[in-house]
């Protein structure tokens, strides 16, 4: 088990910034796939930035960042990390800060080849256009490393949960590896100090991921069966195995286990 420190803003800005060319320039010509895929998985209303370790600054914001937090597109481009913390519950700051050096530090250590396998999923609670905080889910789905010096930038997905009702608090972070076409999770645990538990969920196949998305969006089985271009049969046979493997009765059920457990 890893122990990890709460990061202050200074903290992470120490730790992350680098001197380093980062070798490209145009970062939303490069995330261009990503950003065109995310509606894909998007569970809900969302907006996007991304993010340079080179120059420790947001770089560049979607259009719509000023409908779903309280600064526009201009206000967000070209600020230092301190910027996102602002938007951040005060509780919440530390294990983000966290959280996101973490997922970097195991991503630039893997082989180039591997680094795409890793997932990062983060519940915080962040400010919304009327200055109130509701839960958001932090992904990261795309990152660029310049592995000949290990500097980085990433696209940041923010994802509007307002329409989930949680009975309790999820959990903050999981961290994702993919080997050997099985996920290893990894949870930070809150308490004294945070710690990076391995711990056992089943283990959800990329074709049940996607039917949970959908299913998370509020399709029904005919549409989701459309969606993907699958039999209703095909989709209710994934919805039986989800259902078995998380020990759930109901989609409502499997919904909440998946909410709680960060395995989006």
Request: charged share 20%; no cysteine.
């Given at each position: 088990m890893k122990t990890l420190r709460p990061l202050t803003t200074e903290n992470f800005v120490?730790?992350?910034?680098s001197d380093k060319d980062l070798g490209i320039t145009d970062y939303e010509t490069y995330f261009a796939t990503q950003i065109k895929e995310a509606p894909n998985?998007?569970?809900?209303?969302y907006y996007?930035?991304?993010?340079?370790?080179?120059?420790l600054l947001i770089t560049v914001a979607s259009e719509n960042i000023g409908e779903l937090s309280p600064f526009s597109k201009a206000e967000w481009e070209n600020k230092p990390p301190t910027f996102l913390v602002e938007n951040l519950h005060p509780e919440d700051s530390f294990y983000v800060l966290s959280a996101l050096q973490l997922a970097l530090e195991k991503i630039v250590n893997l082989p180039a080849e591997r680094q795409s396998d890793v997932r990062i999923n983060v519940y915080?609670?962040?400010?919304?256009?009327?200055?109130?905080?509701r839960w958001v889910l932090i992904?990261?789905?795309?990152l660029y490393v310049n592995n000949e010096n290990k500097t980085t930038c990433g696209l940041m997905m923010v994802t509007d949960l307002t329409h989930f009702n949680f009975e309790q608090r999820p959990i903050l972070m999981t961290v994702t590896d993919r080997v050997n076409n099985k996920n290893e999770y990894f949870h930070i645990a809150a308490?004294?100090?945070l710690k990076l538990e391995s711990v056992s969920l089943p283990n959800i196949?990329?074709?049940e991921q996607e039917m949970v998305q959908l299913i998370m969006k509020g399709l029904n089985t005919p549409q989701?069966?459309?969606?993907?271009?699958?039999s209703y049969h095909t989709v209710e046979n994934h919805k039986r195995n989800l259902r078995r493997k998380t020990g759930t009765k109901t989609t409502a059920e499997l919904v909440h286990y998946v909410i709680t457990n960060n395995l989006l």
């Open positions: 120490a730790i992350a910034k998985f998007a569970i809900g209303p996007w930035f991304i993010g340079d370790n080179a120059k915080a609670r962040m400010l919304n256009a009327q200055k109130e905080y992904q990261m789905p795309g308490g004294e100090q196949t990329r074709r989701i069966a459309a969606a993907v271009n699958i």
